[in-house]
């Protein structure tokens, strides 16, 4: 009698520890899997936030073009103006 109830004891025991094992697994892969999505969920923002920057800086970028276009033109008319000021300066010196 005294080897069965240590034996039901011992079953009860590894019954219990098997259980309450499998428990702390589950909470631990529970425990680990919010922890990855709430690193995922950062690394989304920061790269949605990075992706909004570079978007921006595009634009920046293509407005810098577009003023640079507009002086080059104008840089084009004033040489255009000086070349043909000198060369009516050239006349007048000439005339004297």
């Known amino acids: 009698m ?3 109830i240590a034996l039901l004891i ?3 025991s590894a019954s219990f520890a098997v259980f309450f ?5 589950k909470r631990a892969d ?5 922890k990855k999505a709430v690193e995922s969920a950062t690394i989304n923002v920061k790269l949605d ?3 909004g920057d570079v978007r921006d800086i595009k634009y ?3 407005a810098v073009k ?4 507009g002086l080059t033109e104008r840089m084009i008319i004033v ?3 000086t070349k043909s000021a000198h060369h009516r300066i050239d006349g007048i010196e000439r005339e004297e």
Do not use: F, H, R
């Open 60 to 62: 920046d970028m293509t």
């Open 21 to 25: 094992g499998l428990k702390s697994t």
């Open 2 to 4: 005294t080897i069965e």
């Open 66 to 69: 577009k003023d640079v276009q």
């Open 10 to 12: 011992s079953l009860v």
């Open 79 to 81: 040489e255009q103006s």
């Open 49 to 51: 936030t990075i992706a």
């Open 30 to 34: 529970t425990s680990d899997a919010e």
